[in-house]
């Protein structure tokens, strides 16, 4: 039996294929088939371990390793689900302690150095778990690998070879600052942050939306839209829409509802697939008229997540929330946090980027949690691959983020959301909460940019001429 004929069969006996990375778990033992070394074409043994990594999803670890001739090999493959947007890391590398950054890189993802207009191509590797030095390294043991045929057939193109690898062993050394990118259109690529749960200014993380080409690229099909048959927004505002999809803890077959509401305050449940919506007067959400509450449950392993997006343009201004939490009573507090909506508590020097964890409909003290559990299942902070130093440090700081949870820490919160569309519940209304501030502010041209608005054209468009043919 082939190795993938083996993880299919073994797939089909339950969610419990992929089990959590750790050096406690006993019963956790890689499967061995014997296989053919591409080195001495001897029989070697192929070891595969089927786990699971957080923010990587369920990964396929193998580990070949010939006792002819003592080659081996190891790689990483995602057995996940595909994210549902693409990400992109710029890392500032600055010094040596930075090339030792642990990344996650998928079959997907593309590689680029700019200083040196060098890239590693989408699929022309095999994932693997490593760091900046192992991928540089591994780049140039390929370009060596063909430079004595090359010298003898052409030493022009062998000696610039030569010069190009020469620049890649001198990046090692960083005597001079370079930026590296890895660009993954699967969403499943990470790149460590050794401030965590600080920010880290030499690593930028954008999330983006695939382009057909990418979405192609994956194997994945556009759906086409039908006219004729579309429902009218109205009905759409009357109906829970149901589709099929795949959970994203155990990959069963699960459905997602989702609703489109015009809203004064909308509170959703999606408890056993059914939802249950009720509104309430007298508390207004401020440019946030029409949401889109999107509920997903899965019957193979009961997790339950709900994201909520929203449905309005972007607001002429930005918004900033700052809000001090003096008592427990202030976790009950309802917050829209859009998917734009960036979160800082400067107490805990902590901030959260756009993006990192959607749209969200809660209150405060279910956003603080979602915080906790995102820092928790940092896979280069805690668990096998962490120092103690880091731990401790992780420890401590989740500490201090559930004495601001139970109300036992005074502290500020802030959101800063450029498109506008977040909201936090003013329980004094219509009065003025002593302890709330709402700054509107105009954004800068790098916000307008991650908005995609530099270059949206609304006024004038219809006039344009036609472009030649």
């Not at 002819?68 to 996940?80: H, L, R």
């Not at 060596?144 to 070879?161: G, H, L, M, N």
């Not at 004094?428 to 709402?438: I, N, Q, R």
Request: glycine share 6%; aromatic share 6%.
């Amino acid at each position: 039996m082939s190795a993938l004929g083996a993880v299919e069969a073994a797939a089909a006996g339950g969610p419990a294929l992929f089990r959590p990375l750790s050096a406690e778990d006993g019963e956790q033992q890689p499967a061995e088939i014997e296989s053919l070394c591409m080195n001495c074409f001897r029989n070697g043994v192929t070891r595969l371990l089927l786990t699971r990594i957080p923010f990587f999803k369920e990964i396929i670890v193998s580990s070949f390793a010939c006792e002819s001739c003592s080659w081996s090999n190891t790689e990483i493959q995602s057995a996940g689900r595909i994210q549902e947007q693409g990400v992109r890391y710029a890392l500032a590398v600055a010094s040596r302690q930075d090339m030792n950054r642990e990344i996650v890189k998928t079959d997907c993802a593309t590689i680029r150095i700019p200083e040196l207009d060098f890239e590693i191509p989408a699929f022309s590797q095999k994932g693997v778990l490593t760091t900046i030095e192992g991928i540089i390294d591994r780049a140039v043991m390929g370009l060596e690998q063909d430079q004595p045929v090359r010298r003898a057939t052409d030493k022009e193109v062998a000696s610039k070879i030569d010069e190009f690898i020469s620049k890649l062993k001198q990046l090692k050394e960083v005597h001079s600052p370079f930026t590296f990118i890895i660009d993954d259109p699967s969403g499943n690529s990470f790149v460590e942050n050794p401030h965590a749960p600080q920010k880290d200014e030499a690593l930028v993380v954008t999330y983006y939306k695939r382009t057909p080409q990418q979405a192609a690229m994956l194997g994945l099909e556009e759906e086409e839209l039908d006219e004729k048959t579309a429902d009218s927004v109205e009905d759409l505002r009357n109906e829970v829409l149901q589709f099929n999809t795949n959970c994203p803890e155990c990959n069963a077959p699960a459905n997602t509802n989702m609703k489109l509401v015009r809203i004064l305050r909308v509170v959703a449940w999606a408890q056993m697939g059914v939802f249950c919506w009720g509104l309430c007067k007298g508390l207004e959400i401020p440019h946030f008229k029409e949401v889109i509450i999107m509920a997903t449950n899965c019957d193979s392993c009961g997790h339950r997540t709900n994201e909520v997006k929203s449905g309005g343009a972007i607001e002429p201004q930005g918004t900033r929330i700052t809000f001090r939490i003096t008592d427990p009573t202030d976790m009950t507090r309802d917050i829209l946090k859009s998917e734009t909506c960036s979160v800082e508590i400067p107490e805990l020097e902590f901030e959260l980027g756009m993006g990192a964890l959607g749209g969200k409909f809660t209150t405060l003290e279910g956003l603080l949690k979602d915080i906790k559990d995102l820092v928790e299942r940092n896979p280069f902070t805690l668990g096998d691959s962490s120092t103690p130093s880091k731990t401790e440090k992780l420890q401590e700081f989740l500490g201090r983020l559930q004495e601001v949870i139970e109300g036992k820490t005074k502290t500020v919160f802030i959101m800063d959301d450029p498109a506008g569309n977040s909201y936090l519940q003013n329980v004094y209304a219509p009065e003025e909460d002593p302890e709330l501030k709402v700054e509107r502010y105009e954004r800068t041209f790098e916000q307008n940019e991650d908005l995609g608005l530099n270059d949206m054209k609304t006024e004038g468009y219809e006039t344009a001429p036609p472009s030649g043919r």
